[in-house]
């Protein structure tokens, strides 16, 4: 089950250039191009004339044209123009909303008649001066929802980023848990420790020392369909942590857009927002590197809890203090999934 | 769904010589091999005795052997011989009858009584000094069906391979369909038009201008069961086209064999008969090779095709004048399999 | 269906070290790990937490620690502690007996209650100076009866092994069959024969002569659950054969544990315990890979034939005196699989 009347990341930029992406998104076959303005079109992956994907096809003069017998549809779904034959009564391709914004292409999958893109969140690091971004992206094979549990306890940092980014004082400090009708938000502040490996780092490109005492942070923030943005970052002990001044802490965002494909597997988008060294690629490219690492040490655990999950169907999990973040953002999609439900019966 | 009573190409003679070869025919397992007399025997693939499969043991004296515990099974699917046992009340091993003509294994999946020589078509290319035959065989994950609409409807050629025998001049050309109660015939005369450079090389292969106006036919004819003849060639311009003599001309025949394996996948048996260069092996194996690359571009189109096809059962395809041919020869297959299955209840 | 209060095989010792193992026997997801005292417990492969499989996870003071969130379970399955929880009421993980024996690990996947360590067979070549043991294990992918038909009737011999050990004289000796109401024992004796490969170079190694007659024998004994020993050797011809004092014979006992993982997969581990040559290492080390080549040859067939059965799921086999070791196997397993259905409705 998913929220269908909503903007989900289906692609970066980057991915969708002079060839088509065929993509599916909860349970949607799609097929992404671009238009003569550039503009991103989402049609259903499927081509009435024999049913071959659009994908396998190519863009011209703004249409996709089928690979297979020459068909050419335009960004709206219409048949546009097919050699030999007059396409005004051919079928129109289901199409689908879809807006390119912040470097990604978002799509809504749901009734497009609802579809409103300034409910599109803003992210408020793009093309913003104080602010660089990288990221990248996974398929993984596991529902959604395990990776929403995943992001909203960072418990797990401790024993599935042992060498990066965990440390034992994550989970001795207590997890603060808030939410209201659409967000919830898990944080935790850790006072004079040591700082973990991927955060000396940080510190280090910060001009800042790496071995000394620091306060950290970590500041998990829900919110519809299915984004986690995370605030963390680690300050000089003592000058206010989440709160110091700029020149005394290494603070970033990370951005995880999750996007599900079925029911059983999803397309994560993740990256860092970082507010040092911004100016620099190499930083760039070195912090991408090595979240990639550590988001990739995620993806076993996943792929076989959703096995186990499958393998005992009725089993219910335990749902502790550290799990109230997922819980939470659970019970908001579901309420959401409800209302969508009842809508259309 | 299959016509069974009819002969179906299982193999060619090469793929058969001193090993069995274990092969599924329209979802029955069979296994293939040589009696004494070097002639084809086709049994189901499972030996009474255990279960094991025929295909992993070996022949001996006219019989296959299994592989496991020794079982001989003659060429008609009768218990020979097992050491130490009295094989004279053993069960019988189905046998299918199976012929070898024009450098191929023919089988007949349905009721044996019914299987008759005489209905294996003609091939008069074969052992024919006016022509040489060259081709190879894939296996693809898609209804055979999918294979004859690709087939009967050469429009295809303008995409899928445009940088060998496809051009635009195809799809421009109308295509005529003709057909009668057994079988289809699409064709198409372009006139006056540039050779693509599959044919510009057998056009120079004859001692032909590559680079002149060229007259060029496409007339592809179906028979039953799943067999398409098609007649290609180029003249130069204005000789005749089609009826050109010879030496105006370099003309052939593309010889496609269609055979199901199950619903969802089938044996592709693609060659090419011509009648230039007929004594040069080395030609045949240009050509050959040439053939191969162009109908492996047809793989992955005919797969997602029928992927789609899987995911949206319900849908139902267009049916252009271009689809005709395709269209036409379901209809004849569809009357076959309905006949035989009123016999059979 | 399997016997489930009984004794399996699971892993070699080997197999068990620092880190934990995740293996499915009879279809439960298990993982083995040893506590600070070097004892193996064997649990359910969940995390009542979230359910992750507790194999991604560690060890550590004697528990095992899930990899995700850190939940530390002990041998006995009660959740033992957890960072910033009290524990005491979280639900407890199934255990299931396991001992460690004779250099494997031995698990009883049904009701521990009846549990009972005395009814591991006896290994008497374990630590035996007059003994040298080696062997390895195979993943198969058919049920495991087929691998007891397979061992209980060595006529397949001559046609799978027919390079090693394989001989005709083995199918043409008739196989003799006795059985009680636990065990099943075929045997063939063959006299004044030639040994094959394998043999010459055991008799080789014995200082005996590889090319003089030699009686051979086969006793297979099955026993419950899954087990089944063989006595193999060859001794100079006319000196007793099987009963031959040692220093005119070459004998070994193979050894085969079949341990069912699913319906249709199993895990087999196999090896032989010898009584020539048994402080040489290195003839260990080249038995063992020539009884793993060997075996090896056994597995496409087993996979085949299931696949085979799976296909055909209506035929009945043939049961012929040579199948008589495998049919009354099948009837004590069945018989047993009977009596537990009965106990537990």
């Not at 989900?8 to 250039?17: G, L, M, N, Q, R």
């Not at 335990?318 to 939470?328: F, P, S």
Request: with cysteine; proline share 5%; glycine share 8%.
């Amino acid at each position: 089950m998913f929220i269908q009347n909503t903007w989900y990341v289906a692609a970066s930029s980057e991915d969708i250039k002079d060839k088509p992406l065929g993509r599916m998104i909860c349970n949607h076959r799609m097929v992404f191009f671009r238009n003569l303005d550039n503009e991103v079109a989402a049609l259903e992956d499927f081509c009435p004339h024999r049913g071959a994907p659009l994908s396998l096809g190519f863009t011209s003069g703004g249409n996709i044209v089928c690979g297979y017998h020459g068909l050419a549809v335009d960004c709206s779904g219409h048949a546009a123009a097919m050699t030999g034959q007059n396409t005004s009564q051919f079928p129109k391709v289901k199409s689908f909303p879809a807006v390119e914004r912040y470097g990604f292409i978002w799509v809504w999958p749901g009734n497009a008649e609802l579809a409103n893109e300034s409910l599109i969140p803003v992210m408020h690091w793009y093309n913003n001066p104080d602010w660089a971004y990288g990221g990248g992206m996974y398929h993984i094979n596991c529902n959604y929802l395990l990776m929403i549990d995943n992001l909203m306890d960072l418990t797990h940092e401790t024993y599935v980023h042992a060498s990066s980014i965990g440390q034992s004082e994550i989970e001795q400090e207590p997890v603060k848990t808030t939410f209201d009708e659409k967000t919830v938000c898990t944080s935790r502040h850790m006072s004079g420790i040591k700082a973990p490996p991927f955060w000396q780092q940080a510190l280090l490109a910060q001009g800042l020392p790496a071995n000394e005492a620091v306060d950290r942070w970590q500041v998990c923030k829900f919110s519809l369909p299915t984004h986690v943005m995370i605030d963390v970052g680690v300050a000089v002990a003592g000058k206010g942590g989440y709160d110091a001044p700029n020149q005394y802490k290494a603070a970033s965002t990370v951005v995880d857009f999750i996007t599900p494909e079925s029911e059983t597997s999803m397309w994560y988008f993740w990256g860092m927002a970082r507010q040092f060294k911004t100016q620099d690629p190499a930083v760039t490219d070195q912090i991408r590197q090595g979240q990639g690492g550590i988001f990739g040490e995620d993806l076993q655990m996943l792929e076989r809890q959703q096995s186990n999950l499958l393998h005992w169907p009725q089993r219910r999990l335990m749902k502790l203090n550290i799990d109230a973040g997922g819980v939470h953002s659970r019970r908001i999609i579901e309420k959401e999934i409800s209302l969508e439900t009842q809508l259309t019966t």
